[in-house]
């Protein structure tokens, strides 16, 4: 990055910018030394069906890191995804997911819900992204049924042919397709039927319109009879309210997911809400 600092006069890096890049390479020598340190762990967001019951978890990674805390997602994807860390994380959020699967299914509550992880930009397009999963599917014994990958919009526009080819692939091992955020990037009828999909994910922005903004209603209508033409199934995301749950239900989206019925949590909490059959929404 270079910055015009006159006429025909350029400046490498400003003092601040010089400062923002250097915060970037110590995290990310952090996040290698966190990654080592086994630090990155995951947690498991439930979903619900209108009848109250427990259909799905979408793996969130978090980090236990030794001075700042917990870290959400939002603390270093974007420094991961920028440079080639973002893989190593990758791995160990899905091995982590498929070894959680292979635990629940012999747990009655949890046998048959399906476990979503969601693929970075360059994990869907790398040389052996298809083999990779299978092998850990394989090592951990999940159930490839159960298992559900959230790609998204803008993702998959990179190179539609390539990723129709990964998604068919993982299609025949028996694996599922959810788009994330949906809504928010470009899509088209004509795009959304040439993949082979199972979910769309009503962006949480839209479900934080509800009730008073009719822009966000109307996008869910929409998404709504677009997953209707296409036969897939919807779930909302960031549900926060029973009036935004209603206003969902009274719109045929029967799949829920939000603070209204559970936070992201480590897998043993889950079980022991669950177990304590804390949800009464
Ligand atoms: P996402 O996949 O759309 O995940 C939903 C995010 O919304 C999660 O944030 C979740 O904690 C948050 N959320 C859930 N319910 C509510 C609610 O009712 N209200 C509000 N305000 N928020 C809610 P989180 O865990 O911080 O993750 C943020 C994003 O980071 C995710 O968005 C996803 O895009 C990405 N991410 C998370 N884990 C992974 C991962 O293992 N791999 C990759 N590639 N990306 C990940
Ligand atoms: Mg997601
Ligand atoms: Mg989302
Ligand atoms: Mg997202």
Redesign the pocket.
């Known amino acids: 990055a270079a910055k015009a600092v006159g006429k025909g006069e350029w400046r490498l890096f400003e003092p601040k910018m010089q400062d923002a890049l250097s915060a970037r390479l110590l995290l990310e020598e952090d996040i290698k030394r966190g990654l080592a340190a086994k630090e990155f762990c995951v947690f498991f967001q439930a979903q619900f069906n209108s009848d109250k019951k427990l259909v799905g978890a ?1 793996a ?1 990674v978090r980090w236990h890191h030794p001075t700042r805390g917990l870290l959400a997602p939002g603390a270093f994807i974007e420094v991961a995804e920028a440079s080639s860390i973002m893989s190593s994380i990758d791995q160990v959020v899905l091995l982590r997911a498929c070894e959680q699967m292979a635990r629940w299914a012999d747990m009655p509550i949890f046998r048959d819900i399906t476990v ?1 992880v ?1 693929i970075s930009p360059a994990q869907l397009y790398q040389h052996h992204f298809v083999e990779d999963v299978l092998a850990v599917i394989e090592k951990t014994g999940a159930d490839p049924q159960r298992l559900k990958l ?1 790609l998204t919009e803008s993702m998959l526009v990179t190179d539609m042919s390539q990723a129709i080819e990964r998604m068919r692939q993982f299609k025949q091992a028996g694996i599922r397709f959810a788009i ?2 949906f809504g928010t990037g470009y899509s088209s009828l004509q795009y959304l039927q040439q993949l082979p999909l199972d979910q769309l ?1 009503i962006d949480q922005s839209f479900v934080r319109g509800l009730p008073e903004d009719s822009s966000s209603l109307a996008i869910i209508r929409a998404v709504m009879a677009m997953a209707n033409s296409l036969g897939l199934e919807v779930i909302a ?1 960031g549900v926060e309210t029973e009036v935004q749950r209603d206003i969902l239900f009274a719109n045929h989206c029967y799949l829920y997911q939000g603070y209204l019925y559970a936070k992201p949590q480590a897998a043993e909490q889950l079980e022991a809400m669950m177990q304590a059959e804390q949800i009464n929404v």
């Open positions: 979408e969130l979503s969601n959230e994330d955020d994910k995301e």
